[in-house]
């Protein structure tokens, strides 16, 4: 079956630009989860949607991330007025349901160059 | 708060060699602890798991042992193979926030033939 897809695979982007990254999760999966894998800080959680809502954001870096989920499905994670400190690979995540510790499927991810 | 120590790589051994990758923790409440794998230019994949003390999580013939009294989950095999060159990254979800995984910062693994 289908997995998780992330879109772009890669995005190059001028020093305060804005962008968008995009999660499709896995059908039938209500937990989705942002996380952010960069060489200096490793794999570090961004954010956890069940289903549209968002109850924890605390690990969005600053107000210039911004995450939403529509139709309990999609989601697209949103960094406003890049810095060259947000580039990194962005990892999307979706699993079953987010009470548990159930298996996360991971995406292959976007990588973000701030240029 | 939730913290993950694996040993800092990276790793090369020769074919059939016996791997240790060591990880310890520190956790409030009664962690899962997980190995994910992230071979070259591939998404992470979980390896395997183990949800209490003393449970020994399985695959590929990978094997961890989750150590309540030593608080670690090492990853072992006995014979490994070119095919397992890739990042391995120790995790654990624990606590109320029992979605979050924390990682561990990865172990690079070379294999040579």
């Known amino acids: 079956g289908a997995g998780v897809s992330q879109s772009p695979s890669n995005k190059v982007t001028e020093k305060g630009k804005d962008v968008e990254l995009r999660c499709d999760p896995i059908s039938g999966h209500t937990a989705l989860y942002w996380y952010r894998q960069s060489l200096g800080q490793g794999l570090e959680f961004l954010i956890y949607f069940q289903g549209n809502s968002a109850p924890d954001k605390s690990g969005l870096p600053s107000d210039r991330f911004s995450a939403e989920r529509t139709g309990g499905s999609v989601s697209t994670l949103t960094i406003q007025r890049t810095q060259q400190e947000d580039s990194a690979v962005y990892l999307c995540a979706s699993s079953v349901t987010g009470q548990g510790p159930y298996e996360q499927y991971f995406g292959p991810g976007t990588r973000l160059t701030v240029t | 708060g939730n913290s993950v120590t694996q040993m800092e790589g990276p790793v090369t051994l020769s074919e059939e060699a016996f791997l240790t990758i060591n990880c310890t923790y520190t956790a409030t409440g009664y962690p899962s602890l997980f190995w994910y794998v992230q071979y070259p230019g591939e998404g992470l994949q979980l390896l395997l798991k183990?949800?209490?003390?003393?449970d020994k999580g399985s695959n590929k013939g990978f094997e961890a042992t989750y150590r309540k009294e030593t608080t670690s989950f090492h990853l072992e095999k006995g014979s490994v193979q070119v095919s397992d060159s890739a990042v391995y990254f120790c995790?654990?979800?624990?606590?109320?926030?029992?979605?979050?995984?924390?990682f561990g910062k990865g172990t690079l693994l070379t294999v040579n033939p």
């Open positions: 183990a949800t209490k003390a003393d």
């Open positions: 995790a654990l979800i624990s606590g109320g926030s029992n979605y979050k995984l924390t």
